[in-house]
């Protein structure tokens, strides 16, 4: 928390849940583990939840950093309505400090001039509809922190049959937790190394509430969700970790999570680390197909045979992707693998979409 951030009340900030007050007077954040302590006026290092008075607000409900069209794919989700159209948006803020942020000029943001649209859920679930969109997702910042606008922006699109996506550090608290997915339908978990070193010191967080907040997905929940591991040289990429991560992976959660390897690129404060050499996330994948990962993926490289599905029983390729367009579809309607029957973990409903790799902007005013 950063003490010299200061909120002024807008009447557009709804009170929010989770946090209690403490003997000096604070309020302390029970929304995620960092658990920010507040004076009145002070906002959390999120920067998106406030003290106000007696009570929280969020300074950001109901606004965004911008509505666009994306193929679903790109979340990354390669096992949920495949090439589908989701409607995609953020806010500002996040509740990590990842040095190597991809999407710093949202996560970071402190200018509220970032948040260009404004939409209510309600307008939000009728734009997806009228867009033809399966889904929409909270992505470009974590969800997490704008918790309420999402749970009701999902309670909306429920009500018109569109899906839910989350894109996030799974870094909350086990109640806010449940409150959350019990709206969501599909995730990506961004599991961003495996050490408690590294998190600590390039994400001032812990590893230990990640994991806690997979195995709760896996076991506790119906949500299908796919990992994403951003591997950055000479911080998270030895074969020792990967052997670590990939190994906890097929051991708690299963063979049949998907996991996206994905090259990083020099961004933020991380500037004069060299790119993620292709070499690197294919040694990745390689550990991971060693260690039962029946679904692994490369990211953010050009690599058709690595970001195809294959059947893990026959090697039928049954997903052909380059980048973000689909070509081989040896799926039946309910999942299962044409030539030998093998169901093919993941949400399926009849053939694929055709969006293919377009990426609309789109305004909403409501």
């Not at 998907?258 to 050499?277: G, I, L, V, Y």
């Not at 059947?311 to 039946?332: A, K, M």
């Not at 694929?352 to 990426?359: D, E, L, S, Y």
Request: one cysteine or more.
């Amino acid at each position: 928390m950063d003490p010299a951030a200061t909120h002024t009340r807008d009447d557009r900030d709804p009170a929010v849940g989770y946090w209690h007050p403490c003997a000096d007077g604070r309020l302390q954040c029970d929304l995620c583990p960092r658990a920010c302590r507040l004076k009145d006026g002070q906002r959390g290092l999120c920067f998106v939840r406030a003290r106000h008075g007696k009570g929280m607000v969020l300074t950001t409900y109901g606004r965004s950093s911008g509505f666009c069209i994306d193929p679903i794919e790109k979340k990354p989700l390669n096992h949920f309505l495949p090439g589908t159209p989701v409607l995609s948006f953020g806010t500002a803020g996040c509740n990590l400090t990842c040095k190597f942020c991809q999407n710093w000029d949202i996560s970071k943001s402190r200018q509220f001039d970032t948040l260009a649209d404004a939409a209510t859920p309600e307008a939000i679930a009728g734009a997806a509809r009228r867009l033809g969109c399966r889904s929409i997702a909270f992505t470009y910042n974590d969800p997490i922190i704008f918790l309420e606008y999402a749970i009701d922006t999902a309670t909306a699109c429920r009500a018109l049959g569109i899906k839910t996506v989350a894109v996030t550090a799974g870094y909350v608290r086990a109640e806010p937790r449940a409150a959350f997915f019990r709206h969501i339908d599909a995730a990506n978990i961004d599991l961003k190394g495996f050490t408690e070193g590294f998190y600590r010191s390039l994400c001032s967080a812990e590893l230990g509430a990640v994991l806690e907040t997979l195995v709760y997905l896996k076991h506790e929940t119906d949500v299908w969700f796919e990992i994403t591991n951003l591997i950055i040289p000479g911080e998270n990429d030895s074969p020792r970790e990967i052997d670590a991560m990939t190994g906890w992976v097929v051991d708690k959660l299963g063979p049949d999570v998907p996991m996206h390897f994905s090259a990083f690129h020099p961004d933020w404060k991380m500037r004069e680390t060299p790119s993620t050499p292709h070499a690197t996330l294919i040694r990745a994948r390689d550990i991971a197909r060693a260690n039962g990962v029946r679904y692994a993926y490369l990211g953010n490289v050009h690599d058709f045979e690595r970001e195809s599905t294959e059947c893990h029983n026959c090697g039928t390729r049954l997903i052909g992707r380059d980048w973000y367009v689909l070509s081989d579809w040896r799926l039946t309607d309910d999942g299962r693998c044409r030539d030998c029957g093998t169901p093919c973990a993941g949400i399926f409903d009849g053939p694929p979409g055709n969006w293919g790799a377009r990426r609309q902007a789109v305004r909403l005013a409501g």
